[in-house]
Protein backbone atom coordinates (compact mmCIF):
# COMPACT_ATOMS: atom_id res chain seq x y z
CA UNK A 1 0.00 0.00 0.00
CA UNK A 2 1.53 3.46 -0.99
CA UNK A 3 1.91 6.03 1.55
CA UNK A 4 0.27 9.47 0.67
CA UNK A 5 3.52 10.91 -0.28
CA UNK A 6 3.85 8.42 -2.41
CA UNK A 7 0.31 9.18 -3.95
CA UNK A 8 1.14 12.80 -4.17
CA UNK A 9 4.26 12.10 -6.08
CA UNK A 10 2.40 9.67 -8.11
CA UNK A 11 -0.73 12.01 -9.21
CA UNK A 12 2.01 15.06 -9.86
CA UNK A 13 3.99 12.42 -12.54
CA UNK A 14 0.62 11.78 -14.49
CA UNK A 15 -0.39 15.25 -14.05
CA UNK A 16 3.10 16.54 -15.78
CA UNK A 17 3.11 13.70 -18.21
CA UNK A 18 -0.67 14.81 -19.19
CA UNK A 19 0.33 18.76 -19.54
CA UNK A 20 2.85 17.84 -21.66
CA UNK A 21 1.02 15.40 -24.41
CA UNK A 22 -0.86 16.57 -27.17
CA UNK A 23 -4.71 16.07 -27.30
CA UNK A 24 -6.16 13.46 -29.98
CA UNK A 25 -7.30 15.72 -32.76
CA UNK A 26 -9.36 14.48 -35.48
CA UNK A 27 -8.61 14.21 -38.91
CA UNK A 28 -10.79 14.78 -41.57
CA UNK A 29 -10.76 14.05 -45.65
CA UNK A 30 -11.14 16.55 -48.52
CA UNK A 31 -13.83 15.38 -50.60
CA UNK A 32 -14.97 18.27 -52.79
CA UNK A 33 -13.78 21.73 -53.81
CA UNK A 34 -16.43 23.82 -55.86
CA UNK A 35 -15.30 27.26 -57.06
CA UNK A 36 -14.28 28.91 -53.34
CA UNK A 37 -15.67 26.08 -50.91
CA UNK A 38 -13.79 23.37 -49.80
CA UNK A 39 -16.38 20.51 -48.54
CA UNK A 40 -14.55 18.03 -45.90
CA UNK A 41 -15.87 14.60 -44.44
CA UNK A 42 -15.02 13.77 -40.66
CA UNK A 43 -13.77 16.72 -39.50
CA UNK A 44 -15.83 18.22 -36.40
CA UNK A 45 -14.58 21.98 -35.38
CA UNK A 46 -16.55 24.96 -34.59
CA UNK A 47 -17.03 27.73 -37.24
CA UNK A 48 -14.36 30.35 -37.29
CA UNK A 49 -11.46 27.36 -36.56
CA UNK A 50 -8.66 26.89 -38.74
CA UNK A 51 -7.53 23.61 -40.18
CA UNK A 52 -4.90 22.68 -42.60
CA UNK A 53 -5.34 21.01 -45.72
CA UNK A 54 -2.16 18.56 -46.05
CA UNK A 55 -1.42 16.87 -49.28
CA UNK A 56 1.81 14.84 -50.30
CA UNK A 57 4.52 16.76 -51.80
CA UNK A 58 2.53 20.43 -51.15
CA UNK A 59 2.85 22.67 -48.47
CA UNK A 60 -0.17 22.71 -46.25
CA UNK A 61 -3.23 25.15 -47.14
CA UNK A 62 -5.03 27.37 -44.39
CA UNK A 63 -8.68 27.47 -44.24
CA UNK A 64 -11.06 28.66 -42.20
CA UNK A 65 -14.50 26.78 -41.19
CA UNK A 66 -17.55 29.16 -42.53
CA UNK A 67 -20.19 26.19 -42.21
CA UNK A 68 -21.15 23.24 -42.46
CA UNK A 69 -24.18 20.93 -43.29
CA UNK A 70 -24.89 17.65 -41.60
CA UNK A 71 -21.48 15.89 -40.93
CA UNK A 72 -19.95 18.16 -43.66
CA UNK A 73 -17.72 21.21 -43.21
CA UNK A 74 -17.56 24.21 -45.77
CA UNK A 75 -13.93 25.38 -45.45
CA UNK A 76 -12.64 29.10 -47.37
CA UNK A 77 -9.25 28.92 -48.46
CA UNK A 78 -6.53 31.72 -47.62
CA UNK A 79 -4.32 31.03 -50.54
CA UNK A 80 -4.25 28.77 -53.74
CA UNK A 81 -5.61 25.48 -53.62
CA UNK A 82 -3.73 24.29 -57.07
CA UNK A 83 -2.68 20.50 -56.52
CA UNK A 84 -5.28 19.28 -54.08
CA UNK A 85 -7.02 16.62 -54.71
CA UNK A 86 -9.81 14.18 -53.48
CA UNK A 87 -8.75 12.42 -49.89
CA UNK A 88 -6.68 15.07 -48.61
CA UNK A 89 -6.13 15.84 -44.82
CA UNK A 90 -8.02 18.25 -43.30
CA UNK A 91 -6.44 18.44 -39.91
CA UNK A 92 -7.58 21.28 -37.36
CA UNK A 93 -4.78 23.71 -35.87
CA UNK A 94 -3.12 22.69 -32.64
CA UNK A 95 -2.80 25.24 -30.07
CA UNK A 96 0.13 27.09 -28.87
CA UNK A 97 2.22 26.11 -26.02
CA UNK A 98 2.88 30.17 -25.15
CA UNK A 99 2.65 33.52 -26.61
CA UNK A 100 6.41 35.30 -27.21
CA UNK A 101 7.17 37.29 -24.16
CA UNK A 102 7.81 41.10 -24.42
CA UNK A 103 10.62 42.38 -26.91
CA UNK A 104 10.85 38.79 -28.47
CA UNK A 105 10.63 38.50 -32.21
CA UNK A 106 7.17 37.44 -33.60
CA UNK A 107 6.90 34.27 -35.33
CA UNK A 108 5.91 34.37 -39.26
CA UNK A 109 3.63 31.52 -38.66
CA UNK A 110 -0.07 32.39 -37.35
CA UNK A 111 -1.30 31.33 -33.90
CA UNK A 112 -4.03 29.69 -32.90
CA UNK A 113 -5.43 29.67 -29.77
CA UNK A 114 -9.07 28.32 -28.25
CA UNK A 115 -9.63 27.38 -32.81
CA UNK A 116 -9.50 31.56 -33.00
CA UNK A 117 -7.30 33.11 -34.77
CA UNK A 118 -4.68 35.27 -33.41
CA UNK A 119 -2.04 37.69 -34.94
CA UNK A 120 0.65 39.53 -33.82
CA UNK A 121 -0.35 43.06 -32.23
CA UNK A 122 1.70 45.61 -29.95
CA UNK A 123 4.05 48.49 -30.23
CA UNK A 124 6.29 46.93 -32.72
CA UNK A 125 3.77 47.62 -35.72
CA UNK A 126 4.03 51.11 -35.78
CA UNK A 127 5.52 52.32 -38.69
CA UNK A 128 5.25 48.72 -40.63
CA UNK A 129 3.56 47.49 -43.45
CA UNK A 130 1.74 43.69 -42.62
CA UNK A 131 -0.81 41.84 -44.28
CA UNK A 132 -3.63 40.74 -43.13
CA UNK A 133 -2.00 37.11 -41.68
CA UNK A 134 0.03 39.49 -39.63
CA UNK A 135 3.63 39.31 -41.64
CA UNK A 136 5.91 42.29 -42.85
CA UNK A 137 5.44 43.05 -46.36
CA UNK A 138 8.10 45.66 -46.33
CA UNK A 139 11.25 43.85 -45.72
CA UNK A 140 12.04 45.43 -42.89
CA UNK A 141 13.05 41.93 -40.96
CA UNK A 142 10.99 40.57 -38.62
CA UNK A 143 8.43 42.46 -36.16
CA UNK A 144 9.49 43.06 -32.70
CA UNK A 145 7.57 44.03 -29.22
CA UNK A 146 4.41 42.19 -30.33
CA UNK A 147 1.79 39.95 -28.74
CA UNK A 148 -0.35 37.32 -30.39
CA UNK A 149 -3.67 38.68 -29.85
CA UNK A 150 -7.25 37.43 -30.85
CA UNK A 151 -9.23 39.16 -33.46
CA UNK A 152 -12.34 38.78 -32.17
CA UNK A 153 -13.11 40.61 -28.84
CA UNK A 154 -16.73 41.11 -26.76
CA UNK A 155 -18.70 44.13 -27.49
CA UNK A 156 -18.22 47.28 -25.24
CA UNK A 157 -21.53 47.68 -23.72
CA UNK A 158 -23.39 50.73 -24.72
CA UNK A 159 -23.82 52.32 -21.37
CA UNK A 160 -20.30 52.28 -20.61
CA UNK A 161 -18.99 53.84 -23.56
CA UNK A 162 -17.67 57.40 -23.24
CA UNK A 163 -19.75 59.93 -25.22
CA UNK A 164 -18.47 61.91 -27.87
CA UNK A 165 -17.78 65.71 -26.64
CA UNK A 166 -14.59 66.20 -27.76
CA UNK A 167 -13.75 67.95 -31.48
CA UNK A 168 -11.34 66.04 -33.44
CA UNK A 169 -8.70 68.48 -35.62
CA UNK A 170 -8.77 66.52 -39.09
CA UNK A 171 -6.59 69.21 -40.34
CA UNK A 172 -8.91 69.92 -43.74
CA UNK A 173 -10.79 73.37 -43.54
CA UNK A 174 -14.58 72.08 -45.16
CA UNK A 175 -14.48 69.55 -42.51
CA UNK A 176 -13.28 71.31 -39.62
CA UNK A 177 -15.36 74.59 -40.61
CA UNK A 178 -18.68 72.84 -41.68
CA UNK A 179 -18.40 68.76 -40.78
CA UNK A 180 -16.71 69.06 -37.32
CA UNK A 181 -15.69 65.61 -36.30
CA UNK A 182 -15.67 64.70 -32.82
CA UNK A 183 -13.23 62.21 -30.77
CA UNK A 184 -14.61 58.61 -31.01
CA UNK A 185 -16.98 59.49 -34.07
CA UNK A 186 -17.51 56.71 -36.84
CA UNK A 187 -17.76 58.43 -40.46
CA UNK A 188 -18.38 57.46 -43.93
CA UNK A 189 -16.73 58.77 -47.17
CA UNK A 190 -19.10 58.39 -49.67
CA UNK A 191 -17.22 58.11 -52.98
CA UNK A 192 -17.33 56.89 -56.65
CA UNK A 193 -14.03 55.81 -58.43
CA UNK A 194 -11.37 58.88 -58.84
CA UNK A 195 -13.04 61.88 -56.76
CA UNK A 196 -9.70 61.79 -54.50
CA UNK A 197 -10.70 59.64 -51.39
CA UNK A 198 -7.56 58.42 -50.83
CA UNK A 199 -5.87 61.75 -51.10
CA UNK A 200 -8.15 63.30 -48.73
CA UNK A 201 -7.61 59.90 -46.31
CA UNK A 202 -4.31 60.85 -46.78
CA UNK A 203 -4.83 64.66 -45.85
CA UNK A 204 -6.44 63.27 -42.72
CA UNK A 205 -3.51 60.38 -42.01
CA UNK A 206 -0.50 63.24 -42.20
CA UNK A 207 -2.91 66.06 -40.12
CA UNK A 208 -5.18 64.46 -37.65
CA UNK A 209 -4.26 64.86 -34.21
CA UNK A 210 -4.18 61.49 -32.92
CA UNK A 211 -1.53 59.41 -31.26
CA UNK A 212 -1.70 55.90 -33.52
CA UNK A 213 -3.12 56.16 -37.48
CA UNK A 214 -4.08 52.34 -38.34
CA UNK A 215 -4.75 51.87 -42.20
CA UNK A 216 -6.77 49.58 -43.59
CA UNK A 217 -6.29 48.54 -47.46
CA UNK A 218 -8.89 46.50 -48.37
CA UNK A 219 -9.67 45.59 -51.37
CA UNK A 220 -7.66 47.62 -53.51
CA UNK A 221 -5.44 47.81 -56.25
CA UNK A 222 -1.90 46.24 -55.15
CA UNK A 223 -0.42 49.73 -56.92
CA UNK A 224 -2.31 51.65 -54.56
CA UNK A 225 -0.57 50.41 -51.60
CA UNK A 226 2.52 51.18 -52.42
CA UNK A 227 1.79 54.73 -53.95
CA UNK A 228 -0.26 55.42 -50.90
CA UNK A 229 2.36 54.53 -48.12
CA UNK A 230 4.79 56.63 -50.09
CA UNK A 231 3.10 59.15 -52.17
CA UNK A 232 -0.14 59.78 -49.64
CA UNK A 233 0.61 59.10 -46.33
CA UNK A 234 4.02 60.09 -46.59
CA UNK A 235 7.06 59.52 -43.95
CA UNK A 236 5.87 61.83 -41.63
CA UNK A 237 2.37 60.05 -41.19
CA UNK A 238 3.97 56.41 -41.35
CA UNK A 239 5.80 56.78 -38.68
CA UNK A 240 2.61 56.47 -36.24
CA UNK A 241 1.03 54.10 -38.75
CA UNK A 242 0.11 50.58 -38.97
CA UNK A 243 -0.72 50.02 -42.86
CA UNK A 244 -2.70 46.42 -43.32
CA UNK A 245 -3.07 45.78 -46.89
CA UNK A 246 -4.84 42.68 -48.18
CA UNK A 247 -5.33 43.58 -51.91
CA UNK A 248 -7.98 42.79 -54.30
CA UNK A 249 -5.83 39.62 -55.28
CA UNK A 250 -6.52 37.95 -51.82
CA UNK A 251 -9.13 35.47 -51.25
CA UNK A 252 -12.49 37.13 -50.12
CA UNK A 253 -11.85 35.52 -46.16
CA UNK A 254 -8.11 36.86 -46.42
CA UNK A 255 -10.38 40.84 -47.11
CA UNK A 256 -12.36 39.99 -44.52
CA UNK A 257 -9.62 39.07 -42.06
CA UNK A 258 -7.38 42.12 -42.78
CA UNK A 259 -10.54 44.29 -42.45
CA UNK A 260 -10.96 42.77 -38.65
CA UNK A 261 -7.24 42.56 -38.11
CA UNK A 262 -6.77 46.66 -38.78
CA UNK A 263 -9.75 46.82 -36.36
CA UNK A 264 -8.26 44.89 -34.00
CA UNK A 265 -4.93 46.56 -33.99
CA UNK A 266 -6.96 50.13 -33.32
CA UNK A 267 -8.80 48.31 -29.95
CA UNK A 268 -5.22 46.99 -28.59
CA UNK A 269 -3.92 51.19 -28.94
CA UNK A 270 -7.37 51.92 -27.58
CA UNK A 271 -7.44 50.03 -24.63
CA UNK A 272 -3.78 51.41 -23.94
CA UNK A 273 -5.37 54.97 -23.29
CA UNK A 274 -4.10 55.90 -27.02
CA UNK A 275 -6.18 58.31 -29.21
CA UNK A 276 -6.49 56.07 -32.70
CA UNK A 277 -7.61 57.50 -36.48
CA UNK A 278 -9.19 54.30 -38.25
CA UNK A 279 -8.63 54.87 -42.33
CA UNK A 280 -10.58 52.07 -43.80
CA UNK A 281 -10.68 51.47 -47.77
CA UNK A 282 -13.16 49.93 -47.83
CA UNK A 283 -16.16 49.12 -46.29
CA UNK A 284 -17.82 48.11 -49.87
CA UNK A 285 -14.82 45.81 -50.72
CA UNK A 286 -15.12 44.01 -47.15
CA UNK A 287 -19.06 43.94 -47.64
CA UNK A 288 -18.51 42.29 -51.09
CA UNK A 289 -15.83 39.46 -50.14
CA UNK A 290 -18.32 38.54 -47.04
CA UNK A 291 -20.87 38.53 -50.56
CA UNK A 292 -18.71 36.06 -52.37
CA UNK A 293 -18.02 33.63 -49.47
CA UNK A 294 -22.06 33.60 -48.43
CA UNK A 295 -22.91 32.97 -52.07
CA UNK A 296 -20.50 30.15 -52.17
CA UNK A 297 -21.62 28.59 -49.12
CA UNK A 298 -25.44 29.17 -50.82
CA UNK A 299 -27.02 31.81 -48.84
CA UNK A 300 -30.11 33.28 -50.67
CA UNK A 301 -28.90 36.63 -52.50
CA UNK A 302 -31.23 39.62 -51.07
CA UNK A 303 -30.32 43.17 -52.22
CA UNK A 304 -28.75 43.57 -55.74
CA UNK A 305 -27.16 39.66 -54.99
CA UNK A 306 -26.22 40.68 -51.42
CA UNK A 307 -27.37 38.14 -48.98
CA UNK A 308 -28.49 38.98 -45.74
CA UNK A 309 -25.34 38.18 -43.93
CA UNK A 310 -24.07 41.08 -45.62
CA UNK A 311 -25.92 43.17 -43.76
CA UNK A 312 -25.79 41.92 -40.46
CA UNK A 313 -21.82 41.96 -40.61
CA UNK A 314 -21.10 45.64 -41.51
CA UNK A 315 -22.30 46.29 -37.76
CA UNK A 316 -20.32 44.25 -36.11
CA UNK A 317 -17.05 45.74 -37.29
CA UNK A 318 -18.09 49.34 -37.08
CA UNK A 319 -19.37 49.36 -33.48
CA UNK A 320 -16.52 48.09 -33.15
CA UNK A 321 -14.90 51.33 -33.02
CA UNK A 322 -15.84 54.57 -31.22
CA UNK A 323 -15.12 55.49 -27.68
CA UNK A 324 -13.82 52.80 -24.63
CA UNK A 325 -14.81 52.83 -21.46
CA UNK A 326 -14.18 55.62 -19.16
CA UNK A 327 -10.44 56.91 -19.06
CA UNK A 328 -9.16 54.81 -21.90
CA UNK A 329 -8.69 55.93 -25.33
CA UNK A 330 -10.78 56.13 -28.73
CA UNK A 331 -11.30 55.15 -32.04
CA UNK A 332 -12.02 57.66 -34.86
CA UNK A 333 -12.92 55.91 -37.75
CA UNK A 334 -13.07 57.30 -41.46
CA UNK A 335 -14.99 54.18 -43.64
CA UNK A 336 -14.75 54.82 -47.66
CA UNK A 337 -17.67 53.44 -48.83
CA UNK A 338 -18.15 53.37 -53.07
CA UNK A 339 -21.05 54.10 -54.76
CA UNK A 340 -21.28 51.77 -58.06
CA UNK A 341 -22.04 54.55 -60.65
CA UNK A 342 -22.11 57.06 -58.25
CA UNK A 343 -25.58 55.68 -57.25
CA UNK A 344 -26.54 57.33 -53.27
CA UNK A 345 -29.27 54.48 -53.13
CA UNK A 346 -26.78 51.41 -53.67
CA UNK A 347 -27.67 48.98 -50.98
CA UNK A 348 -24.39 49.13 -48.76
CA UNK A 349 -24.07 52.70 -49.38
CA UNK A 350 -27.62 52.72 -47.87
CA UNK A 351 -27.05 50.23 -44.97
CA UNK A 352 -23.72 52.25 -43.82
CA UNK A 353 -25.57 55.70 -43.49
CA UNK A 354 -27.52 54.04 -41.04
CA UNK A 355 -24.96 53.17 -38.63
CA UNK A 356 -22.67 55.48 -38.76
CA UNK A 357 -22.41 58.64 -37.05
CA UNK A 358 -22.51 60.61 -40.19
CA UNK A 359 -20.85 61.03 -43.88
CA UNK A 360 -19.23 63.05 -46.20
CA UNK A 361 -20.16 62.71 -49.93
CA UNK A 362 -17.49 63.34 -52.66
CA UNK A 363 -19.24 64.83 -55.25
CA UNK A 364 -17.54 63.84 -59.50
CA UNK A 365 -19.08 67.29 -60.75
CA UNK A 366 -17.01 68.89 -58.56
CA UNK A 367 -13.91 67.01 -58.78
CA UNK A 368 -14.35 67.32 -62.67
CA UNK A 369 -14.31 71.47 -62.36
CA UNK A 370 -10.79 70.92 -59.99
CA UNK A 371 -12.46 71.79 -56.71
CA UNK A 372 -10.42 69.85 -53.86
CA UNK A 373 -10.96 68.29 -52.20
CA UNK A 374 -14.29 67.65 -54.03
CA UNK A 375 -16.75 67.27 -50.56
CA UNK A 376 -20.42 68.27 -51.15
CA UNK A 377 -21.24 70.47 -48.09
CA UNK A 378 -24.63 69.90 -49.17
CA UNK A 379 -25.30 65.94 -48.95
CA UNK A 380 -22.81 65.93 -46.15
CA UNK A 381 -23.57 65.57 -42.04
CA UNK A 382 -21.55 65.15 -39.23
CA UNK A 383 -24.04 63.98 -36.71
CA UNK A 384 -22.37 64.57 -33.44
CA UNK A 385 -21.34 68.31 -35.13
CA UNK A 386 -24.14 69.72 -32.15
CA UNK A 387 -21.98 68.42 -29.33
CA UNK A 388 -18.80 69.12 -29.71
CA UNK A 389 -18.61 72.76 -31.50
CA UNK A 390 -19.52 76.25 -30.04
CA UNK A 391 -22.84 77.77 -30.76
CA UNK A 392 -21.21 80.90 -32.76
CA UNK A 393 -20.12 77.82 -35.28
CA UNK A 394 -22.84 75.90 -35.34
CA UNK A 395 -24.78 79.03 -36.56
CA UNK A 396 -21.96 79.80 -38.89
CA UNK A 397 -21.72 76.83 -40.27
CA UNK A 398 -25.75 76.82 -41.16
CA UNK A 399 -25.79 80.38 -42.90
CA UNK A 400 -22.75 79.76 -44.91
CA UNK A 401 -25.07 76.30 -46.02
CA UNK A 402 -28.05 78.79 -46.80
CA UNK A 403 -25.96 80.55 -48.17
CA UNK A 404 -24.77 77.89 -50.86
CA UNK A 405 -27.78 75.99 -51.75
CA UNK A 406 -29.31 79.19 -52.56
CA UNK A 407 -25.99 79.86 -54.90
CA UNK A 408 -26.48 76.24 -56.16
CA UNK A 409 -29.90 76.55 -57.10
CA UNK A 410 -29.88 79.85 -58.82
CA UNK A 411 -26.30 78.65 -60.75
CA UNK A 412 -28.27 77.99 -63.75
CA UNK A 413 -29.84 81.38 -63.86
CA UNK A 414 -26.33 82.93 -63.31
CA UNK A 415 -24.95 81.27 -65.94
CA UNK A 416 -27.60 82.22 -68.56
CA UNK A 417 -27.45 86.04 -67.44
CA UNK A 418 -31.01 85.73 -66.39
CA UNK A 419 -30.18 86.96 -63.19
CA UNK A 420 -30.10 90.31 -61.89
CA UNK A 421 -29.08 92.01 -58.80
CA UNK A 422 -31.45 93.95 -56.47
CA UNK A 423 -34.70 91.37 -56.67
CA UNK A 424 -33.79 88.78 -54.10
CA UNK A 425 -31.55 89.72 -51.01
CA UNK A 426 -30.63 86.73 -50.14
CA UNK A 427 -29.33 85.50 -53.62
CA UNK A 428 -27.45 88.50 -53.95
CA UNK A 429 -25.56 87.91 -50.64
CA UNK A 430 -25.09 84.47 -52.25
CA UNK A 431 -23.75 85.55 -55.08
CA UNK A 432 -21.42 87.88 -53.51
CA UNK A 433 -19.84 85.57 -51.00
CA UNK A 434 -19.58 82.81 -53.29
CA UNK A 435 -15.94 83.51 -54.03
CA UNK A 436 -14.92 83.61 -49.90
CA UNK A 437 -17.42 80.16 -49.78
CA UNK A 438 -15.16 78.80 -52.57
CA UNK A 439 -12.03 79.57 -51.34
CA UNK A 440 -13.14 78.02 -47.29
CA UNK A 441 -14.03 74.63 -48.90
CA UNK A 442 -10.95 74.53 -51.10
CA UNK A 443 -7.50 73.52 -50.43
CA UNK A 444 -4.10 71.80 -51.49
CA UNK A 445 -3.27 68.48 -50.21
CA UNK A 446 -0.22 69.51 -48.92
CA UNK A 447 -1.99 72.24 -46.99
CA UNK A 448 -3.21 71.74 -43.04
CA UNK A 449 -6.09 74.13 -41.98
CA UNK A 450 -6.04 74.27 -38.04
CA UNK A 451 -9.28 73.83 -36.22
CA UNK A 452 -8.89 77.54 -34.77
CA UNK A 453 -8.69 79.01 -37.96
CA UNK A 454 -11.32 77.14 -39.81
CA UNK A 455 -13.48 78.57 -37.52
CA UNK A 456 -12.17 82.04 -37.17
CA UNK A 457 -12.65 82.53 -41.48
CA UNK A 458 -15.98 80.48 -40.66
CA UNK A 459 -17.25 83.33 -38.69
CA UNK A 460 -15.93 86.03 -40.71
CA UNK A 461 -17.80 84.70 -43.98
CA UNK A 462 -21.06 84.04 -42.17
CA UNK A 463 -20.56 87.72 -40.25
Not at 72 to 89: D, F, I, K, S
Request: net charge neutral; aromatic share 4%; proline share 7%.
Amino acid sequence: MRSPQRWEAFLADMENQAAQSEPLETVGTLVRVAGLVLEAAGVRVPVGSICEIRSAGLPAVLAEVVGFSADRAYLMPTGPVHGLAAGAQVVPRPLPVTPPRFGEPAETMVRIQGRGLHLPIGAGLLGRVVDAHGEPMDRQGPLQHVTHESLSRPPINAMDRDPIRQPLDTGVRAINALLTVGRGQRIGLFAGTGVGKSVLLGMMARYTQADVIVVGLIGERGREVKEFIEDILGEQGRKRSVVVAAPADAPPLVRMQGANYATAIAEHFRDQGLDVLLLMDSLTRYAMAQREIALAIGEPPATRGYPPSCFARLPQLVERSGNGLHGQGSITAFYTVLSEGDDPQDPIADAARGILDGHIVLSRELAESGHFPAIDVERSISRVMTSVAPKEQIHAARRVRQMLAKYNKARDLIQLGAYAPGHDTELDIAVQTQPQITALLQQDMLERAPMDECRRRLMALAA
